[in-house]
C-alpha cells in the first residue's frame, strides 16, 4: 500500500508553567492510499498537536515527516505551504467556514487560491454541494445553517483540491448524537470513494472503530488501540 503519510520519531515538547511537558516522544505512525485511520486517547495526550505537524501547521522539536513519500524539510516553508495548499484537507471540530461568503464561494475560494478558474471552480463547489445533499443551501451564509449542514460543507471544503491526504480533529465533536453520526458516517463515504488516505482524531470509541484501523496516543507515544 502507498503511504501518503509517514510520521517517523516526532518529539515535541512545550514549557508551561516553567515545566516542561514531553507531549510526543519519538513516535511516529503511517497512512496509506485508501486507508482511515483513527487516533484516540486521552484528552490532552496530544492528538491535536500531532495532526497539527502532520498537517504542516507545526513543527516537531525533531523527526521526519513524509507527504505522499516526500521528506518535508523543516525549515522549507514554500514546501510546506505548496502541500498544504494541494495534497492536505482538514476538518475541524468547528467548522471555520467564512461567515461572509456563501456556501459556494466557501468551496471557490480555496480553489482559486489554488490556481483553478472560476468556471471550473464553481462547477466542482456544485458538484460537491449536490454530493452532501445542500445544493440548495448553496447561496446561505454559514450562519443561515444548521451546525451539520456547515460541518457537511467544512468536510467538502476540505476535499475540494482534491488532496491526497485528509486530516480531521473531532470533526463532529460540536454536534449532538444523531447529527454527529450522520456527518461522520457521510464522512467516511466521501473519504472512501475518493479512495485517499485519513487520519481522524476523535474521542467517540463506537465512530473509532468503524475506520479500518484505530491507534492510541497515550504517554507520548503512538500504538495500535
Avoid: W
Wanted: hydrophobic letters at 40%; charged letters at 25%; a negative charge.
Amino acid at each position: 500500500m502507498n503511504k501518503v503519510l509517514e510520521l517517523k520519531n516526532l518529539n515535541k515538547s512545550f514549557i508551561q508553567g516553567g515545566v516542561r511537558l514531553d507531549i510526543l516522544k519519538d513516535t511516529g505512525l503511517s497512512v496509506g492510499r485508501g486507508e482511515i485511520v483513527g487516533l484516540i486517547g486521552p484528552s490532552g495526550s496530544g492528538k491535536s498537536t500531532l495532526l497539527q505537524i502532520a498537517g504542516l501547521l507545526d513543527k516537531s522539536d525533531s523527526g521526519q515527516i513524509l507527504i505522499g513519500g516526500e521528506s518535508v524539510k523543516q525549515g522549507s516553508e514554500s514546501v510546506r505551504t505548496g502541500l498544504r495548499c494541494n495534497n492536505i484537507g482538514f476538518v475541524y471540530q468547528f467548522h471555520h467556514l467564512m461567515p461572509d461568503f456563501t456556501a459556494l464561494e466557501n468551496l471557490v475560494i480555496p480553489q482559486m487560491i489554488a490556481n483553478q478558474n472560476r468556471a471550473e471552480a464553481e462547477k466542482r463547489a456544485e458538484d460537491l454541494l449536490e454530493m452532501v445533499g445542500l445544493k440548495n443551501r448553496a447561496t446561505h451564509h454559514p450562519s443561515e445553517l444548521s451546525g451539520g449542514e456547515q460541518q457537511r460543507i467544512a468536510i467538502v471544503r476540505a476535499l475540494v483540491n482534491a488532496p491526497d491526504l485528509l486530516l480531521a480533529d473531532e470533526p463532529t465533536g460540536n454536534l449532538d448524537p444523531n447529527t454527529s453520526e450522520e456527518v461522520f458516517d457521510l464522512l467516511l463515504k466521501i473519504v472512501r470513494q475518493a479512495k485517499i488516505g485519513a487520519l481522524i482524531a476523535t474521542h467517540n470509541i463506537d465512530m473509532a472503530y468503524k475506520m479500518d484501523r484505530v491507534l492510541e496516543l497515550k504517554d507520548g507515544k503512538v500504538n495500535p488501540a
